[in-house]
């Protein structure tokens, strides 16, 4: 009966581990598509300027001019950044900060 018992209590455990790291898959951060775009920003919603960047890019170059990467949810694709916003352009050249003559 006991081993009936153990058998039955790892099964839960074991299943109970496989989905959990299921709903882990699911619900992490997908890596976010940045090649070919012609700039990149790199920041979070709660920074005013990056907001602000980015708005500048859409008034600019029209709407989908860049790639946004929220730094919050994709910490991995901002390791190393000090401040935002950080925008990429095209050539590989690393903006930190607003800037205007993008």
Same mark, same amino acid.
């Given at each position: 009966?006991?081993?009936?018992?153990?058998?039955?209590?790892?099964?839960?455990?074991?299943?109970?581990?496989?989905?959990?790291?299921?709903?882990?898959?699911?619900?992490?951060?997908?890596?976010?598509?940045?090649?070919?775009?012609?700039? @990149?920003?790199?920041?979070? $919603?709660?920074?005013?300027?990056?907001? !602000?960047?980015? +708005?500048?890019?859409?008034?600019?170059?029209? #709407?989908?001019?860049? @790639?946004?990467?929220?730094? $919050?949810?994709?910490?991995?694709?901002? !390791?190393?950044? +000090?401040?935002?916003?950080?925008?990429?352009? #095209?050539?590989?050249?690393?903006?930190?900060?607003?800037?205007?003559?993008?």
């Amino acid at each position: 009966m006991l081993k009936k018992i153990l058998k039955n209590k790892l099964f839960q455990a074991v299943v109970a581990i496989l989905i959990a790291i299921r709903l882990y898959d699911l619900l992490k951060p997908k890596k976010v598509d940045t090649s070919g775009a012609d700039f @990149v920003v790199y920041g979070t $919603d709660w920074c005013g300027y990056t907001t !602000k960047q980015r +708005k500048h890019l859409d008034s600019k170059y029209g #709407s989908g001019s860049h @790639v946004y990467v929220n730094c $919050d949810s994709n910490p991995d694709q901002c !390791k190393g950044m +000090k401040g935002f916003p950080v925008t990429k352009k #095209s050539n590989g050249d690393m903006i930190v900060g607003f800037n205007s003559q993008l």
